[in-house]
């Protein structure tokens, strides 16, 4: 499989055409961005991490019933994916409090939530990705009802997966974002499930294992996500 044009830049990754057009390539860059691309910086080794987290937990999807848009991990930073029109949702699910939800809320950071939230945001840089709900993504035509329902179901399913793998491996889900996009007619999942978009908090001391540290200047930020992909045990 080789890279034909850019197709695409974004803050994270870039997007490569190949012979195949239903086929695309992404590679994962160090770069990081935080509030709308305002504060910008490198995170050493982010990309292959990213990468092949991604890969190893959307095997864990698709095993559970969830398709995704993996096809195969090409290389360290680079994987070849179904290529997909992304619905533009951004679907986060929280366990716990923290974030933005948190201080719309009034609430500290890292209160068990009775159940598992669901929400959307509209995936528009220059409106900054607006909260809204299922109604407005109907109204705004971004999705359809039978899309929206998959969306969600899908969601719930691989919070599920997520929360009893990172378990086992000492770290609790506090919340995440992911994407998904239309293939042939079907919902699969896209995007990528990292430390860059997850909250991944020690299960015993709460530490911060992810992009919270670099959005937050609270230091070792290499060392958190060095530290989720060696429990992840990848090999
Ligand atoms: P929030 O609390 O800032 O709304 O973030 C919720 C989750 O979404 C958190 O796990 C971080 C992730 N996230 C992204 O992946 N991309 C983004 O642009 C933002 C704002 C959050
Ligand atoms: N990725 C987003 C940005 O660059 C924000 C974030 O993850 O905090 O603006």
Redesign the pocket.
Known sequence: MEKKELLYEGKAKKVFTTEDPDVLIVSYKDDATAFDGQKKGTIVGKGAINNRMTNHIFKLFEAEGVPTHLIEELNDRETAVKKVEIVPL?V?IRNFS????AKKLGMEEGIKLLSPTLEFSYKNDDLH?PFINDYYALALGLATKEEITTISEYAFKVNAVMQKYFAGLGIELI???IEFGRYHGQIILADEVSP????LWDKETHEKLDKDRFRRDLGNVEDAYQEVFKRLGIK
Request: a negative charge; charged letters at 45%; hydrophobic letters at 30%.
């Open positions: 951004e986060i923290a974030g933005s939800f990705d919340d995440f974002k860059d978009t997850c909250r």
